[in-house]
């Protein structure tokens, strides 16, 4: 599963502009930093020309589906859950703005160029009416809405390993559910370990590292043991990304599936195709 290429490699020049994104983000921001738990570069200084820099990204035009079609690139620690769910949607023909020789978002703080998603999610509706589901589409709508600024920096997810769209539910989760969008990752324990199984159990990443902080202090010999094997895991699958995982990726994501995939701390477009 891949972001689809350009079919024409050797592009004009004139045909990459700058596009403005997301707000203006903290300094040396990581990509996809945020993800609770796991592990982010200390802040670095930056200049002002580089932070009216970061507010601007590359626009590469493609041939999807018979139709030139933008797709947005990253800049040196970009955004990166704010381009993935927006080339998803520039994919999908949901958001415009982008035009040759033209820009996305207002000069301030790149503004608008969040409110292509947050259209999406106003322009959706609850498929029953009753007034229960009314209250909590609702509900989720303006949990959304909260979210939608930390798109620009980075989103808190939460990997179980039981299931490539297993994540612990936060409110950064409601984004890719009301706007439809599939979210998916790899880091999947091998089934046929039993003792990683047992060790890992149903736990998501934050759980599971407190066990282990717990286990090895543990005076049961056994506790400790089990705490050594899901430390071990970690280690070993230090990528974020097992060979079970893809194979489950592989049957799961379906023919032609444009969705997110996180994995190493950053989140990507990604469609399945032959």
């Given at each position: 599963?891949?972001l689809?290429?350009d079919?024409?490699p050797?592009e004009?020049?004139?045909?990459?502009q700058?596009v403005?994104?997301?707000g203006?983000p903290?300094?040396?921001?990581v990509p996809?930093?945020?993800a609770?738990?796991?592990?982010?570069?200390?802040?670095?200084a930056r200049?002002p020309s580089?932070?009216a820099?970061?507010?601007?990204?590359?626009?590469?035009?493609?041939?999807?589906?018979?139709?030139?079609?933008?797709v947005?690139t990253?800049?040196e620690?970009?955004?990166?859950?704010?381009?993935?769910?927006?080339?998803?949607?520039?994919?999908q023909?949901k958001?415009?703005?982008?035009?040759r020789g033209g820009?996305?978002?207002g000069p301030?703080?790149?503004a608008?160029?969040?409110?292509?998603?947050g259209?999406?999610i106003?322009?959706?509706?609850p498929q029953?009416?009753s007034?229960?589901?009314q209250?909590n589409?609702?509900q989720n709508?303006?949990?959304?809405?909260?979210?939608l600024?930390?798109l620009s920096?980075?989103?808190?997810?939460?990997?179980?390993f039981t299931?490539?769209?297993?994540?612990?539910?936060t409110?950064?989760?409601i984004?890719f559910?009301?706007?439809?969008?599939?979210?998916?990752?790899?880091?999947?324990?091998d089934?046929?370990s039993?003792?990683?199984?047992?060790?890992?159990?149903k736990?998501?990443?934050?759980?599971l590292?407190e066990?282990?902080i717990?286990?090895?202090?543990?005076?049961?010999?056994?506790?400790v043991?089990?705490?050594?094997?899901?430390?071990?895991?970690?280690?070993?699958?230090?990528?974020q990304l097992?060979y079970?995982?893809?194979?489950?990726?592989?049957?799961?994501?379906r023919?032609?599936?444009l969705s997110?995939?996180?994995?190493?701390?950053?989140?990507?477009?990604?469609?399945?195709?032959?």
């Amino acid at each position: 599963p891949h972001l689809p290429t350009d079919e024409r490699p050797k592009e004009d020049a004139r045909e990459k502009q700058p596009v403005e994104g997301g707000g203006s983000p903290p300094a040396a921001p990581v990509p996809g930093a945020g993800a609770v738990g796991l592990p982010a570069e200390p802040p670095q200084a930056r200049s002002p020309s580089r932070e009216a820099e970061a507010d601007f990204y590359c626009v590469k035009w493609i041939t999807w589906k018979g139709e030139r079609t933008p797709v947005i690139t990253q800049s040196e620690n970009g955004p990166c859950p704010l381009l993935a769910i927006m080339n998803i949607l520039l994919l999908q023909w949901k958001a415009s703005g982008v035009r040759r020789g033209g820009r996305l978002g207002g000069p301030a703080g790149g503004a608008r160029a969040r409110a292509p998603p947050g259209d999406c999610i106003l322009s959706t509706q609850p498929q029953e009416r009753s007034e229960g589901l009314q209250l909590n589409f609702q509900q989720n709508i303006n949990d959304t809405m909260t979210v939608l600024p930390k798109l620009s920096t980075g989103l808190d997810v939460n990997v179980r390993f039981t299931g490539v769209s297993d994540f612990e539910y936060t409110p950064e989760c409601i984004v890719f559910d009301l706007l439809n969008v599939p979210l998916y990752h790899g880091w999947l324990v091998d089934p046929q370990s039993p003792e990683v199984v047992r060790a890992v159990g149903k736990l998501s990443y934050n759980q599971l590292v407190e066990k282990i902080i717990t286990c090895k202090q543990a005076s049961d010999s056994s506790l400790v043991s089990e705490g050594l094997v899901a430390e071990q895991f970690l280690e070993s699958t230090a990528s974020q990304l097992t060979y079970h995982g893809l194979c489950e990726l592989t049957a799961a994501v379906r023919e032609g599936e444009l969705s997110v995939f996180f994995r190493n701390n950053h989140f990507s477009t990604m469609i399945k195709h032959k």
